[in-house]
């Protein structure tokens, strides 16, 4: 199971870490992705890594705004939100595929969810 963290309560225009940790594991051969599920809503793509390699993939509501990368040695995935927006308001939750990259988008391929960090954009 992984471990999310660094969510919190940012203004509109903030920043905010998250970190998304394997206890007891290497990501190995795994694309780690972030989703996210607002209230009421489904759980969407928003980012995702390729752990051997670093090829990267965004949602188009955070490219430009969104940053995934890794940490090899502290063995955690990273992502970096600047100019939050109350849409971005949602539980954030990272998992793990080894599903081709066209189906990256897709939760139904992920496993070893977390408990998911808050993030609240709110003035």
């Known amino acids: 199971q992984l471990q999310a963290s660094g969510g919190g309560l940012v203004q509109p225009g903030g920043s905010l870490r998250l970190s998304c940790a394997a206890s007891?594991?290497?990501?190995?051969?795994?694309?780690v992705a972030w989703f996210r599920e607002a209230p009421g809503k489904e759980r969407d793509f928003v980012a995702a890594?390729?752990?051997?390699?670093?090829?990267?993939g965004y949602a188009d509501s955070v490219k430009g705004r969104f940053t995934i990368s890794k940490d090899y040695a502290k063995n955690t995935v990273y992502l970096q939100m600047n100019s939050l927006k109350p849409e971005d308001t949602a539980v954030y939750y990272c998992?793990?595929?080894?599903?081709?990259?066209?189906?990256?988008?897709?939760?139904?391929?992920?496993?070893?969810w977390g408990p998911g960090t808050q993030v609240t954009v709110s003035s």
């Open positions: 998992g793990t595929t080894r599903i081709i990259r066209s189906s990256w988008r897709d939760g139904k391929y992920y496993g070893n």
């Open positions: 007891g594991r290497t990501f190995s051969d795994y694309t």
């Open positions: 890594i390729r752990w051997s390699g670093g090829d990267t």
